[in-house]
């Protein structure tokens, strides 16, 4: 049973692009989380997914964007990219209440 | 604002003995603590979760105490090996709901043969 799977693992953006990350949350799982994460720091949360809503957003601008799928499957878009989102990205996705997430792998970004 | 603060220093220990990493948080209790393992360049693999009205949770090695009045969650790991070497996370989920989680910075935990 494969867990959460997100692609790509690995990307470089110029500074002003716009980039697009995919995930698939593990089988039986409804709600899909993403989180950025600095190094050397915690996973920061973004914004939830929940029957293709967004139902919850972190303290970030709304140059970060998502979009939850029928099959639950989920996007995050960034557009003009800044210095600064240089970060891993992680996708979380979780069953129901009272029970951990499963993170993805996670994509590296790296804007230069 | 709510703080959540791990041991920045990274925690060096011999194997065999047992491993205590710290959370303190401030202002009010989450309705959940959850505990995570981060390799480097991975995602965080869920270990334990804690409700708040629990002062104990064990799942084989590894141990976790949740004090609402000191604010403060212990992670213990007993035995430790070397593959216990990792980050660990303390995530705390405020409202129950499987709403988002807030982070630690988490605490480096190095088990020396």
């Known amino acids: 049973d494969a867990g959460v799977t997100q692609s790509p693992t690995h990307l470089i953006k110029t500074r002003g692009q716009q980039v697009t990350l995919r995930c698939s949350p593990k089988?039986?799982?409804?709600?899909v989380s993403w989180y950025q994460q600095a190094l050397g720091q915690g996973p920061q949360f973004i914004f939830q997914y929940y029957e293709e809503e967004e139902r919850q957003r972190g303290n970030f601008p709304d140059r970060f964007s998502g979009h939850q799928f029928p099959n639950y499957s989920s996007e995050l878009n960034v557009n003009a990219l800044l210095l600064g989102d240089s970060a891993l990205y992680l996708c979380a996705s979780s069953g129901g209440q009272g029970n951990g997430y499963t993170f993805g792998s996670g994509t590296r970004l790296t804007v230069v | 604002s709510q703080k959540i603060e791990q041991n920045s220093e990274a925690l060096n220990i011999q194997e065999g003995k047992t491993a205590t990493l710290t959370c303190n948080y401030t202002n009010y209790s989450p309705a959940y603590l959850q505990w995570y393992r981060q390799d480097p360049g991975r995602g965080p693999v869920f270990l334990l979760l804690?409700?708040?009205?629990?002062k104990e949770k064990r799942k084989e090695r590894l141990k976790v105490t949740f004090d609402t009045t000191l604010k403060q969650s212990l992670f213990h790991i007993t035995a430790s090996q070397p593959a216990d070497s990792a980050t660990y996370l303390c995530?705390?989920?405020?409202?129950?709901?499987?709403?988002?989680?807030?982070f630690g910075t988490g605490t480096q935990l190095k088990v020396e043969l």
């Open positions: 804690i409700r708040e009205n629990e």
């Open positions: 089988s039986g799982h409804d709600t």
């Open positions: 995530a705390l989920d405020f409202t129950g709901g499987g709403n988002k989680l807030t």
